[in-house]
């Protein structure tokens, strides 16, 4: 880990100081979207144990970091918060987890349900919604200011991550 690596969450933090001591459990995140992010960052950095961690025991049993780990393993490259809320013991968080695979553009559209237990937030279950793809003239979709097709597009075909 790079001390100027910015957090895969998209917070424009460092990730020591955004992500990383929620992924190495020196804290709890504070909200459902702080934990969708550590989750988001989870998936980019193959920290699996933690998505398994911060997962309801209700949901999904017996998913494993290995079952996780199993390639192909999607290429993310960038996190869309579209909406975001919290009561006292639940939340949800709307986001679009944009990745490439086998060199083709899609995205996990989802609005998350979490649940707060004990004073932690657990991930329970979500609704998927089907996504539109960019065009070519869109802006893109890792926040640079660029069109899609000076941006995001040309790191799909050379299959590297945005930056």
């Given amino acids: 880990m790079s001390d100027n690596q910015l ?16 992924h190495n459990q020196a804290r709890h ?3 459902p979207e702080e934990l969708m992010r550590s989750r988001y960052s989870a998936f980019v ?12 025991e209700g949901f999904h049993p017996g998913v494993t970091a290995e ?21 006292a013991h ?17 995205a996990i559209f989802e609005k998350s349900n979490f649940i707060l237990k004990d004073g932690q937030w657990f991930y329970t279950d979500g609704e998927h919604f089907n996504v539109t793809l960019p ?4 802006p893109c979709f890792c ?12 790191t799909i075909e050379a299959n590297r991550s945005c930056s």
């Fill in 7 to 22: 957090c895969p969450c998209g917070s424009k933090e460092l990730y020591q100081n955004c992500c990383y001591p929620l």
């Fill in 29 to 31: 995140a504070s909200s």
């Fill in 45 to 56: 950095k193959k920290q699996f144990d933690y998505i398994i961690s911060t997962q309801d």
């Fill in 67 to 87: 079952q996780l780990a199993t390639p192909p393993l999607p290429n993310w490259l960038a996190l869309n918060v579209i909406d975001s809320t919290q009561n």
């Fill in 90 to 106: 639940s939340g949800t968080v709307t986001f679009k987890a944009w990745y490439s695979l086998s060199n083709q553009l899609d």
């Fill in 135 to 138: 065009n070519r003239n869109d």
């Fill in 143 to 154: 926040n640079s200011g660029l069109k899609f097709k000076k941006c995001c597009s040309r």
